[in-house]
């Protein structure tokens, strides 16, 4: 999609990802006949999605108009916890997930903001941002016929984490704890192709974890995320490498992947003089899981339906109660218990090999049938009371 970009806009959305995505989808559909500019770097579907595809059901379901069942790989009924000595927990929730094909979906959904109006020109790249002046903001970008600009009157920035739009203004810039992340694409493997696969423990992956996420039965997504403080000590990609190497002797590496996560939580503000963040760019990812694919979305259609309600007002003042309004959401859907793990996180990656593997060999004798999440959790940290002292602030709530 090349879309020849005009002169101006009343919204410019920076990034087509799946925050970029909702929020375009989002403005198209509000009825009115606003011009919007969706921008990319990049086809956001012909190149390997850093990710590992799994999404809740219920909540992919709540965000688009349709899930087409050519995005689904195929479904999740459970995750299997695996300790640092291999010993194997199974949760079974049935039904209870997607394993999608992101690239496509990125692609459906462009097509319907395109087919509503959204200029779309996915191999721009935005370098700059202005402040807000009469009204407007200006987009610099750079495509493959030069430089060129664009003025918004709202700019919805879905870009990725640390892209400095805004840099210098109140508002966050998605680069808080950020973290490394590496992903292979595997061949020759075993495993249920309905199950995602989840490995803890320092002898995977120091301060987060590895997994195994299958995409059909013959191709597993296979990678890791570094907790930040151990980057140093454990390259993701050699630690990947290592873990491939030691788990599953023999698999044939089809390509790898990287990128970073930006997994914390500042409590910054979202929004101000209608620049609009949302995505990683806000660090809507979940400080524990990493998980973003839902967070961005949400985040990209809270802001849109925010900035509907901003492009008409003149007056910062007035514009406030609005950014408030879509932080309130945002807390609500997601925020406020990203705040509470963000404060044990530190905890969490110090666990001990020991401690999962008590804990494994304890669950492991649960029938499979009456083992839920939370007895999982609170197995983990019975065995270790010191750490259980050290996480009352995830129980208290404060």
């Not at 075993?190 to 039965?217: E, H, S």
């Not at 790898?256 to 929004?271: K, N, S, T, V, Y």
């Not at 309600?309 to 945002?330: C, F, H, L, Q, S």
Request: proline share 6%; charged share 25%.
């Amino acid at each position: 999609m090349l879309d020849v970009l005009l002169s101006e806009y009343d919204f410019a959305v920076i990034g087509a990802g799946p925050a970029g995505l909702l929020a375009a989808l989002t403005l198209a559909r509000s009825g009115k006949s606003y011009r919007v500019a969706l921008i990319d770097k990049r086809d956001p579907w012909r190149e390997p999605v850093s990710c590992a595809e799994a999404v809740h059901r219920e909540r992919l379901e709540a965000l688009v108009p349709m899930v087409e069942p050519e995005w689904v790989r195929g479904p999740v009924d459970g995750a299997i916890f695996v300790a640092p000595d291999g010993t194997e927990v199974r949760l079974e929730q049935k039904d209870s997930g997607y394993l999608i094909d992101r690239a496509l979906m990125h692609k459906r959904l462009a097509e319907q903001s395109h087919g509503l109006g959204v200029h779309c020109n996915f191999r721009t790249r935005a370098v700059g941002l202005s402040k807000l002046e009469n009204g407007f903001r200006t987009v610099r970008y750079e495509n493959a016929n030069g430089s060129g600009e664009l003025k918004a009157r709202v700019v919805i920035d879905c870009s990725g984490p640390g892209t400095g739009f805004g840099d210098g203004e109140n508002i966050t810039q998605g680069n808080f704890d950020v973290e490394p992340a590496v992903f292979a694409l595997v061949k020759g493997l075993k495993y249920p192709v309905n199950y995602i696969q989840m490995f803890f423990g320092r002898n995977y992956a120091p301060g987060g974890y590895a997994w195994l996420f299958p995409r059909d039965t013959h191709v597993a997504n296979v990678g890791l995320v570094i907790g930040r403080d151990y980057a140093r000590e454990a390259p993701a990609r050699q630690a990947l490498k290592h873990f491939i190497e030691q788990t599953y002797p023999g698999a044939e590496v089809a390509s790898f992947q990287g990128g970073a996560i930006p997994c914390g939580f500042p409590d910054e503000p979202l929004a101000t003089d209608n620049l609009y963040k949302a995505g990683d760019a806000a660090n809507m990812v979940h400080p524990l899981s990493r998980a973003g694919i839902l967070e961005a979305m949400t985040g990209g259609k809270f802001a849109a339906e925010a900035a509907l309600k901003t492009i008409g007002m003149d007056r910062e003042e007035n514009r406030r109660p609005v950014y408030a309004e879509y932080k309130t959401r945002w807390d609500e859907a997601y925020g406020n218990g990203h705040r509470r793990i963000c404060r044990i996180k530190k905890a969490f990656m110090e666990i001990p090999d020991g401690v999962y593997n008590r804990a494994a060999r304890s669950l492991s004798k649960v029938p499979v049938g009456k083992l839920g999440m939370g007895r999982i959790v609170f197995t983990t940290l019975w065995q270790s009371p010191t750490l259980l002292w050290k996480l009352r602030g995830l129980f208290s709530g404060k």
